[in-house]
Nanobody, 123 residues
């Protein structure tokens, strides 16, 4: 069992930055690929970024490529999402998720996910 707790969300002006963190419980965190998803009001969950268990490979949605960076620290059981040049359309609840296999782009493919943290970008 893996429990995930996101933090770092908040209100920021367009063009600003935020860093989200996702703290995982359990000693097997390093065996999981990790992903970030988001859900805006009235919309489906959207893939944002993913990272393999080793951190050797990362994947991004086209909408965030070049602005967001996913990273992980297995010693701290934490995955991060650095978000720069934020836009109002980035406003959403952001979720982290853990997957035992190769990280996918659908939340349903992941084994665990957290409760989410709200990110609001004002124009």
């Amino acid at each position: 069992q893996v429990q995930l707790v996101e933090s770092g969300g908040g209100l920021v002006q367009a063009g600003g930055s935020l860093r989200l963190s996702c703290a995982a419980s359990g000693r097997t965190f390093s065996r999981y690929a990790m992903g970030w998803f988001r859900q805006a009001p009235g919309k489906e969950h959207e893939f944002v970024a993913a990272i393999t268990w080793s951190g050797g490979s990362t994947y991004y949605a086209d909408s965030v490529k070049g602005r967001f960076t996913i990273s992980r620290d297995n010693a701290k059981n934490t995955v991060y999402l650095q978000m720069n040049s934020l836009k109002p359309e980035d406003t959403a609840v952001y979720y982290c998720a853990a997957d035992k296999g190769i990280p996918g782009t659908l939340l349903q493919q992941y084994d665990y996910w957290g409760q989410g943290t709200q990110v609001t970008v004002s124009s």
